[in-house]
């Protein structure tokens, strides 16, 4: 009987022991129990963050203009000329188109025929001269009738009228000039017969070289 009652208690005792000891009845833990073994345990995860791929940025896509073809048959000479053309008529107001059509059929370059008549009348068909000259580009009826006009001093302030006649005038003092811009203005403002170079002609000449130069 005595054996048994010491079994027992040993039995009781151990259970009781096996109980409260946290070692045995806790389950083993999985974190790190020192600061070593939790840098340890951050630098892994540090190491697996870094091996996981990441995802190329897209390239920006690129638009590429292409040029405008150029127009065929088009050249840069023809603009300039274009424009040139649009500069005299926009100086020449309402006659631009007279004043080409005459030059055109006499032979006188457009830019020198469009000085002559700025020079002249400022593109005013109504001006009238101290010594009776007319229109716009100013034409006594004397010199007018030595070309074969027939009508009346009225008549040649009628704007194509006057132009025409006085650009036929231009044209022979174009060529008794021998061509030169000086030359043809000597003859034009001077008379068919003048020889030599005058101080009004020359500031004339100047006047239509430095208009000529702004078309």
Request: aromatic share 6%.
């Amino acid at each position: 009987m005595k054996v048994k009652f010491v079994v027992v208690s040993a039995l009781v005792g151990a259970m009781s022991s096996f109980g409260l000891n946290p070692a045995l009845s806790a389950p083993p833990s999985t974190e790190p129990t020192n600061l070593a073994a939790l840098l340890k345990a951050r630098q892994q995860n540090k190491s697996a963050t870094a091996e996981k791929p990441t995802t190329a940025p897209k390239k920006a896509s690129v638009v590429s203009r292409r040029a405008a073809p150029a127009t065929k048959g088009s050249t840069g000479k023809r603009s300039q000329s274009k424009d040139t053309t649009t500069a005299r008529n926009a100086k020449g107001g309402a006659y631009s188109t007279i004043i080409n059509r005459y030059a055109s059929t006499y032979g006188v370059p457009s830019a020198l025929a469009h000085a002559v008549v700025r020079h002249e009348s400022n593109f005013q068909p109504n001006v009238r001269g101290k010594a009776g000259e007319i229109g716009l580009m100013q034409i006594k009826l004397s010199t007018a009738r030595s070309l074969g006009y027939t009508g009346s001093a009225k008549g040649l302030y009628e704007p194509s009228t006057n132009i025409q006649f006085g650009m036929k005038y231009l044209a022979m003092a174009q060529k008794l000039g021998g061509g030169s811009t000086c030359g043809t203005i000597l003859k034009y403002n001077a008379g068919h017969g003048a020889t030599r170079m005058n101080p009004t002609s020359a500031k004339y000449c100047s006047s239509v070289k430095a208009y000529m130069r702004a078309l």
